[in-house]
């Protein structure tokens, strides 16, 4: 062929692949690649990179290809199935030149169109990357020293590199193939887009060469994703989106499989364009897209009729008899993850079908339950989004198609259902709406809906969701920036003292409307998965107890039980003593019936609180006072025993008759005292509620004013933030709250990453704000943990 008898042409071909050049411009390879299933005498292997000319640094780097590493190697075939192993050989066969280059270890997806395999790059570090995946160069308080940072550097020579091998199937057309090389070629230079780095062909096998992503398997943390960490991982998803869309590029594949996301550092690629399609369109073709669509519908011989019955004899649904000829539409995609734009088999088929298929990975998150949608064929998934949106909006959303909607499914009702109701019933089991939302759920749900919308004119672009506040306030950092702290903590104040009387009207529905622990009757703030063997609930009255929170609604059961109970007492180590306060800390695997009751009772005045049985990975620190020669529990906090983000709380109560007393502020102290034994720095989990971001606030401010205090002379000194959070165990951004309400930063020294405390004004704000500069938690009360 030309490719291969030009070897000039094949170096510099070499060259401007691996340096993430363009390849394509020569159009001698689309050629080639286009006739390649027709050329079958040719047993020639075609490759766009020069192979050949890597020969001699092969040669060189095989001597370092030491027994030791071999043996490595077939331990990890050996870990492989059989198939793989034989799909590999089959690799290395067919393409002659790949074992010099690459070492192919195990198959890590598969797919319709092709297979992916995760290989070694021999040859790394002979070239230019630029297309290689770093975290960015952020200001970080706990960023290695320059000269750790030389050694890892160096260390990272030596580092094994990865690459991902995407071998396509020879049922793809050619047109295909070319199709996803060119739009990976258009689309590079985005950092949320996974960049080509070459690509070979051997007759009608297809290779592709790309970076390897590490990332985590969406089942694994779909459930458990916090809602802050589900506004990151939209704002990488539309960040790439909204690249791709300014090309003029539909995806027409978006699923969590095709979003390789990194939980712990909050960034993921785009990936698999196999369906990619250049965005081409008649606006007149469709309703949905004619801006005159009144005229437009009058015309009533353009409706086809399109209509879902569902019979009681034969099959449950079938299209009625039509003699026309039916549409013909570009149906590509994932079951579950397609729009109703494409299930009515519309001719103007927009980038807005990708927004649809983000929608419905955000209500997989928000309702923890994954594949949502889990339909066979198009009749049964129109089916599935008329249970959540009726009747009524589905024949408009087919009206917009040119179809008729007709079904005498009895089940599926006239009106939609409310997302809320919805989340709150697959979450909670409850479809009471009248609970209260945090904002962060309000902008959850809004932009939920504005994703899902029937009407794809209607429906969020990619640049529009990411003006929403959903996303444009990335999390709670940023929005804080723009806010000045002190008349920050007055409105949340306010809001505070509204929110206390808005509890006490909370409605009747409530399965349970007060409980009696102790001596005290307690009007509850929230539902509570409580079973139903608990009792009869009709009264809204359940007793608990107050050592170790069983619960009944016969008041002298329980009134029997307390009498005998002691398992506080036997239960857990105690952590802090002094003479009237103790804190025990009881494991949820050893101690759970006991970790679930408080669980359970703590969800009744704790609106985001979602773990109430699944305790085996929690640590709770439960804190009692001795009253009247009787020990009372008055709160607690819990945190995870592995917290991916290293969180030292995840939930915090003090129960109502105990609130403002102090406690709360002892609690969050032991949290960071244990983060110091751990010799980490701690935060609480987020978001925090608008009394938890006050008590946090001052807690922070507390112990930032005692530590300058006490390392401060009568003149001024330099403090670094690292030298802070060493001492206190706070995080920087954390830190950074408390010294913006001290109004410290102004003194800072970007130069030398430095800021100036003056010990006058220290000693004039504490005077000023009456701060207790006594230690929370004194040093000689807090005994040994783990």
């Excluded at 790394?124 to 952020?138: A, G």
């Excluded at 590509?332 to 103007?348: N, W």
């Excluded at 609930?537 to 002298?556: A, D, I, R």
């Excluded at 620190?621 to 009372?632: A, G, H």
Aim: charged share 30%; with cysteine.
């Amino acid at each position: 062929m030309e490719i291969k008898n030009d070897q000039k042409r094949k170096r510099n071909l070499t060259k401007e692949v691996k340096s993430g050049s363009s390849i394509y411009e020569n159009s001698s390879f689309i050629e080639d690649l286009s006739n390649s299933k027709k050329e079958d005498n040719d047993d020639d292997v075609t490759e766009i990179q020069s192979l050949e000319d890597c020969t001699s640094d092969y040669e060189s780097s095989k001597s370092s290809y030491n027994s030791k590493e071999e043996d490595n190697c077939c331990e990890e075939l050996e870990r492989i199935s059989e198939n793989v192993r034989y799909e590999i050989k089959n690799l290395y066969e067919t393409f002659h030149h790949l074992r010099k280059h690459y070492r192919l270890i195990n198959k890590i997806g598969e797919g319709t169109f092709s297979s992916v395999y995760i290989a070694e790059d021999y040859n790394y570090d002979k070239y230019i990357n630029e297309w290689q995946y770093k975290e960015q160069e952020t200001f970080s308080w706990n960023t290695p020293l320059l000269k750790r940072r030389k050694m890892l550097s160096k260390y990272d020579n030596y580092k094994k590199k990865y690459v991902a091998l995407k071998k396509i199937y020879v049922t793809s057309s050619p047109e295909r193939i070319i199709n996803e090389l060119k739009i990976l070629k258009d689309l590079k230079g985005n950092d949320s887009i996974v960049p080509i780095i070459t690509a070979m062909r051997s007759r009608d096998q297809i290779i592709i060469v790309l970076p390897y992503f590490k990332h985590i398997d969406f089942r694994d943390y779909y459930r458990t994703l916090s809602l802050e960490d589900i506004r990151f991982y939209f704002k990488k998803l539309f960040q790439a989106l909204y690249h791709v869309h300014k090309n003029g590029i539909i995806h027409r594949d978006i699923k969590p499989s095709n979003f390789l996301y990194d939980v712990k550092r909050r960034t993921g690629v785009l990936v698999d364009f196999g369906l990619a399609e250049r965005e081409n369109y008649d606006e007149t073709s469709c309703l949905c897209s004619n801006k005159n669509k009144s005229e437009l519908f009058r015309n009533k011989k353009m409706l086809l009729s399109t209509t879902i019955l569902n019979e009681f004899e034969g099959q449950p649904g079938y299209l009625k008899n039509d003699p026309r000829p039916r549409k013909r539409a570009n149906r590509a995609g994932t079951r579950g993850f397609r729009a109703p734009e494409v299930l009515f088999k519309c001719m103007a088929q927009s980038t807005k079908i990708d927004i649809w298929a983000a929608g419905v990975i955000l209500l997989s998150f928000l309702t923890q339950r994954f594949p949502f949608f889990n339909s066979s064929d198009d009749v049964d998934a129109l089916i599935e989004i008329t249970c959540i949106f009726g009747k009524n909006e589905m024949r408009k959303c087919a009206e917009l198609h040119n179809c008729l909607f007709d079904t005498n499914i009895s089940t599926l009702n006239e009106k939609k259902i409310t997302f809320q109701k919805l989340i709150r019933w697959s979450t909670n089991f409850s479809t009471n709406c009248n609970i209260p939302l945090t904002w962060q759920e309000e902008l959850a749900i809004d932009f939920l809906e504005q994703c899902l919308q029937l009407n794809p004119s209607e429906r969020f672009s990619a640049e529009k969701a990411l003006q929403h506040d959903f996303l444009k306030f990335i999390d709670e950092d940023e929005f804080a920036e723009e806010v000045d702290f002190n008349q920050r903590s007055i409105v949340l104040k306010k809001k505070l003292q509204i929110q206390s009387c808005t509890l006490i009207l909370q409605n009747s529905e409530n399965n349970i409307d007060y409980v009696i622990l102790g001596e005290y009757q307690i009007k509850t703030w929230f539902n509570s998965p409580y079973p139903s063997s608990s009792g009869d609930l009709k009264s809204h009255l359940l007793y608990v107890c107050n050592k170790c929170f069983k619960y009944s609604t016969n008041e002298f059961l329980i009134a029997n039980h307390e009498v005998v109970c002691f398992s506080l007492k036997s239960q857990g180590k105690v952590i802090f003593k002094n003479a009237s306060l103790k804190i025990k800390e009881l494991d949820g695997k050893q101690h759970k019936l006991t970790c679930q009751c408080l669980s359970l009772f703590a969800k009744l005045f704790l609106e985001n609180k979602s773990i109430c049985f699944d305790v085996e990975n929690f640590l709770f620190y439960v804190l009692t006072r001795t009253n009247k020669n009787m020990e009372e529990t008055v709160g607690f906090f819990s945190k995870e025993k592995l917290s991916w983000d290293e969180y030292n709380l995840a939930c915090i109560l003090i129960f109502p008759p105990y609130q403002k007393h102090g406690y709360g502020k002892i609690l969050i102290a032991l949290s960071y005292e244990l983060s110091k034994a751990e010799k980490k720095w701690g935060s609480p989990e987020k978001p925090l509620s608008n009394l938890g971001f006050i008590s946090y606030l001052s807690y922070w401010t507390h112990s930032v004013v005692t530590f300058l205090l006490r390392n401060t002379t009568d003149k001024s000194r330099n403090f670094s933030i690292r030298e802070i959070c060493e001492k206190t165990a706070i995080r920087p951004k954390d830190l950074i709250y408390a010294l913006k309400t001290l109004n410290i930063l102004e003194n800072w020294n970007s130069s030398q990453n430095k800021f100036i405390v003056s010990y006058e004004s220290l000693k004039s704000f504490v005077e000023k704000n009456n701060i207790d500069l006594k230690p929370i938690i004194p040093d000689t009360a807090i005994l040994h943990s783990q």
